[in-house]
């Protein structure tokens, strides 16, 4: 069983950035694939991007370019720094794992989910 501890959502202005952390406890991630999602309200859950434990890494294409993915697997924790931030990224941002090598779009292959943490983007 993996626990994580999301933070640094919050609310921030066009063009602006911040940095989620995704704390994983109970099994180490180095093997998995851990991806970050999004949920705005009334919309389906969106795959965001995703890293391998040989960290490649796959964005959807709006946040192509404005977000990256990264690992620290000596802290156990994955980050997405998200800038140029836009109101339409305003949604609800989950970290997952998946327990194999190969990655997927598919959020109904992931095992571990986070809590979620807020992230709007409003003046």
Do not use: H
Not at 16 to 39: D, E, I, K, N, P
Not at 59 to 75: H, L, M, P, W
């Amino acid at each position: 069983q993996v626990q994580f501890v999301e933070s640094g959502g919050g609310l921030v202005q066009p063009g602006g950035s911040l940095r989620l952390s995704c704390a994983a406890s109970g099994s180490t991630l180095l093997f998995y694939v851990m991806g970050w999602y999004r949920q705005a309200p009334g919309k389906q859950r969106e795959l965001v991007a995703t890293i391998t434990g040989e960290d490649s890494t796959n964005y959807e294409d709006s946040v192509k370019g404005r977000f990256t993915i990264s690992r620290d697997n000596a802290k156990n924790t994955v980050y997405l720094q998200m800038n140029s931030l836009k109101p339409e990224d305003t949604a609800v941002y989950y970290c997952a794992a998946r327990v194999s090598a190969a990655v997927s779009t598919d959020k109904n292959e992931y095992d571990w989910w986070g809590q979620g943490t807020q992230v709007t983007v409003s003046s």
